[in-house]
C-alpha cells in the first residue's frame, strides 16, 4: 500500500526542485538500486512488488503492481523504485584529470559521461550550473551506477578556472588543434560545451588550449560528434598518453 | 490532406516488414529530412504544415497539424515528416577499417555508430541479420544524415569471415589485449557484440584478436563501456595509429 502523500512525494522527485527541497533522488529497476544499494549511499525507502532486497523492515515497503504504476515515471515499471539520500556535496578534488562540462542538457548524455569518468578514473565532474542536474532521474538511470563513484559538482565554471592558475585548462572546439599532434599535460580540468552551441564564450576566453577531434571521412556534411561520444574519445587519448 | 491509405502506409513503416515490403523509410524534422534531401537518395513523398522544402510539387503535401499527429510517431510532431526510398544494397566494399556489429539491438547504439562510422570515415558497416535495422526511425534520428554516407549491410557475419581470409578480423572483448599496447593492423574488420551478451560465440571462434579497453578507475564494479561508448574509443585509436 502506498498513500497519497507518499505518491505525491516520489512523484514530484522528477522536478529538480522537489530532489533539492527533499534531498531524496529516485531509482527505478533491479539493477540500478542493487548498484546504488552497494555504494555507500542512503536508503531512504523502497517499494517492491516482490521481496527482493535485503533492507531494513522499517524501509521497505511491498506493493500491488497498481500501486507500482501510480509511482512510476516508466511506461512499463520494473518491479522495483527506491528513494535515496543525495549526499552532501564536498568541495571538488581538483587534482589529476577533471572534466567539466559547460551546460550539457541532455539527461543521457550526461549519464554516460559519468559513467566514462568512472571507467577512464576521473573523480571529479565539474558541472555549470545551466547542465542538467545529475540527480534526474534519466541520469541515474544512464549513469548505471557510476553516480556513487564520480563526484559531481555544480558551480560556476569561471571563478574555479581563474581561482586556480596552477591546473591547465583544455577545451574541446570544432576548430582547435588536432587531438593527436598536439602537446598538452595528461592532467588538469578539460572543458566540454553544449550539444549546440558548444563552450560559453565567457569560459572559453578561459580556455588557452583548444582541441578538436579530426575528421577522417571526406563529407563536409558530417555532424560534429556528440558531446558523449567526443568524452569517450578524448578520455581515450589523455589516459593513453598518460600510461602508455 | 492526408488520405486514409497514405496514413496507413506511413504509420505502417514503423514495423520492418513493412519497410521491406515498400521499400521505404520516414524521416521525421526538418533537419534530419534536409540532410537526406541532399544526399543521392530518392524522395518518395514529402508531408509539412508548412512549406519549407524546394521538392517537386506532385511529391508535396501540405497539411494541417491534426493530420500530421496522425502520421507522426512523435508526441510532439515536428512540422515535416518524409518517405524516402530504401536504396539498393550492394556487395560490401571490404577494404581499409571496417565496423562489424554482431547483434546490437539498441536503435540509439546503431545510430551513434553510424555516425561514428561517418566521422572517422569508416565507409562499410557489417551488420549481423539480428542487429537492429538501420532504417528503423530511431536508428534515422540518432545517425543524423550518416546513414546516407555509410554503407550498412546485413549479412551473416561468419561466411564473410571464413570467405576472406586475407582481411585481419579484430574484437573487442572484456578479457582481451590492451588496446592501447597490443600489436594489430590499422585496416581489417572490427567486430563488436551485443549490448548484453558481447559477441556470439559462433563469431568469437573466427576472431584471433581479442581487443579490450583497459580500464582505468579502481572500482570494480563499473558496468563495461557501453558499444557505441566503445566503438568511440576504438576507432579513435586506430585512426591515431594509421595516421600519426
New interface residues.
Partial sequence: MVSKSQIKLITSLEQKKSRTKNRLFIVEGIKGIS?IL?SNYTLDSLYTTKEIFDVPASKAHLINEADLKKISRLKTPQTAIALFEIPEVKSPDLNGLIIALDGVRDP?NLG?II??C?????KTLLCSKDTVDSYNPKVVQAS???IT?VQVVYLDLSPVIKNNPGIPVMGTFLEGE?L??AKFPSNGILVLGNEANGISKEVEQLVPKKLT???????Q???S??V??AT??F???F??RE??
Same sequence: chains 1, 2.
Fill in positions: 548498484e552497494a543521457g554516460t559513467r566514462l568512472d571507467w577512464f578514473g576521473v548505471m551506477g557510476s563513484r588536432n593527436y599532434e577531434i579530426p575528421q577522417f571521412g571526406d563529407s556534411n558530417t555532424e560528434l556528440n558523449a561520444m569517450a574519445v578520455l581515450g587519448e589516459r593513453r600510461n602508455y
